[in-house]
């Protein structure tokens, strides 16, 4: 099933978070308005409000709650993605210029403190306190991983535990935290909710594995972003920790000096070797086991194309190319 189809499973609902969207991003400010523009319609794939809709829908849903659910986890997404632009320097996103490269870094940072602010007031209209539990929480891990995130960059020595502390809190989390309040709006039992926390957590670190190991092997094109980005910055992502764990000692004292230093100097060299060294499959075969695990933790929940839907969307996640 391809993405197209998945959503298709839900596209009123999909419809309607759009509608939804673009109401609530509207601010006198026209600055803020440009910038969130900007950012919210270039051409992300939003599978984070899919996932909303889809364990919703898979738990009975028959509300509307669920769509402004699913516009939140949208908001806080983008707005993570303007703040981490500035803080990395990215300058290309989806295939164009990131906000702070069009707008500058003030800008990009305002409004993406805006963004956050609007998701809150949207959770307070919602009125069900155990969502505004779950997405504090989610924000306040999102947060944490960024700083941790920082403090691992230029750290050749940043192990793979590290490594997955951090896409847990700064990617997994959101995935986590929208399938369990699409539950929790749906009025799912303990067991429901529960498992559809785990179903996000590792659809989410999959989704975050796929995408370290594509700065290594994508296309630059469908991608939509520079390649080497995470070597520029001297992340040191999983492909390369395997690598230099595993390479000779020519091999791990440059994949050292190029975390340590960042550019792309090397980076055909040091593609060369994550790929030859393994580190490209054992990413693949880590994501290949939380998608294994999210499918698993599918198994309480009662048939329906939406449940279908949910599986579709984990495999779609270690399948994808950009």
């Known amino acids: 099933m391809t993405l197209e189809q998945i959503r298709d499973l839900v596209a009123a609902d999909f419809d309607a978070v759009d509608t939804v969207v673009k109401h609530r991003l509207y601010s006198p400010v026209a600055l803020v308005n440009r910038v969130a523009d900007y950012i919210i319609y270039s051409g992300g794939k939003r599978l984070r409000p899919l996932l909303v809709l889809l364990a919703a829908r898979a738990c009975g849903q028959r509300g509307e709650q ?15 993605l303007l703040h981490d632009d500035v803080v990395d320097g990215s300058s290309l996103r989806r295939g164009r210029k990131t906000a702070n490269e069009e707008f500058g870094n003030a800008p ?4 993406g403190d805006f963004l956050y602010s609007r998701a809150f007031q949207m959770m307070v209209k919602l009125d069900r306190m155990p969502i505004m539990d779950i997405m504090a929480d989610a924000t306040n891990a999102i947060a944490e991983g960024e700083v941790l995130q920082l403090m691992n960059a230029r ?28 539950a929790v709006l749906s009025d799912a039992t303990p067991i429901i909710e529960e498992s559809l926390a785990r179903f996000g957590k590792h659809i989410g670190t999959a989704f975050q594995l796929v995408d370290d190991a594509l700065d290594y092997q994508a296309d630059e094109v469908s991608l939509g972003k520079h390649l080497g980005d995470d070597l520029a910055e001297g992340k040191p992502t999983l492909p390369l920790i395997y690598a230099m764990q595993h390479g000779n000692d020519a091999q791990r004292t440059q994949i050292r000096q190029a975390i340590e230093e960042g550019g792309i100097g090397q980076l055909q060299e040091i593609t060369r070797a994550v790929a030859s060294l393994g ?28 449940k279908e839907g949910l599986s579709e969307l984990a495999r779609f996640a270690v399948a994808r190319k950009h």
């Open 279 to 306: 580190g490209l499959a054992y990413t693949a075969r880590l994501a290949q086991s939380e998608v294994d695990q999210a499918l698993a933790a599918l198994a309480p929940l009662p048939e329906s194309s939406f």
């Open 155 to 182: 750290d050749p020595n940043t192990s793979e535990a590290r490594y997955l502390d951090v896409i847990n809190r700064k990617t997994a989390r959101l995935f986590q935290a929208g399938a369990q309040i699409g």
């Open 108 to 111: 990009s940072v305002l409004v």
């Open 66 to 80: 669920h769509i402004d659910a699913a516009a939140i986890i949208e908001f806080i997404h983008t707005a993570t």
